[in-house]
């Protein structure tokens, strides 16, 4: 277990968030590591969890998915039950990138969506946002531009 990160538990850090796909020997370089010692930092963030997977960044336009929409959601009643049942219907819809239990808004969730055009998201709206129980509104912002898209974290 991890208390306290080091300078180079920071840097490992920082550096796999954008090259995940970095050698070892590379990022021992980079941070000025020998190799094992490294790869032990790397291990012991991966059993901390602070490491939690790597993933490839895939481009969502060269695969046709054209459109983003944030869409807020509201719902009738505010209890874990109801929450729940949402929950579990839009983990299971693979358009959904990001669903957030929200306050402060007049929706009780926000979404990410994307999709390839207008008559996808307008399909994903009427046959599955708007039928999951307890909805009661939904209001939804069409992305422009993305002005910031980042995954990394500041360490």
Do not use: W
């Not at 390839?116 to 909805?135: C, F, K, P, S």
């Amino acid at each position: 277990m991890i208390t306290e990160l080091t300078r180079h538990d920071r840097q490992i850090l920082a550096i796999l968030q954008t090259e995940g796909r970095i050698s070892n020997q590379d990022l021992a370089e980079r941070i000025g590591l020998s190799p094992s010692p490294c790869l032990r930092r790397v291990r012991m963030l991966e059993e901390a969890g602070l490491i939690t997977g790597y993933r490839a960044m895939v481009d969502a336009r060269k695969l046709g998915l054209t459109l983003m929409a944030l869409i807020g959601i509201s719902m009738d009643k505010h209890t874990p039950e109801r929450f729940q049942s949402l929950e579990a219907v839009i983990r299971d819809i693979p358009e959904v990138l990001e669903c957030l239990l929200i306050t402060g808004q007049q929706a009780d969730y926000q979404l990410k969506v994307v999709v390839r055009d207008m008559d996808a998201y307008q399909h994903l709206l009427l046959n599955q946002i708007t039928r999951i129980e307890g909805v009661t509104g939904v209001h939804t912002s069409f992305v422009l531009r993305r002005v910031v898209d980042r995954t990394a974290l500041p360490v």
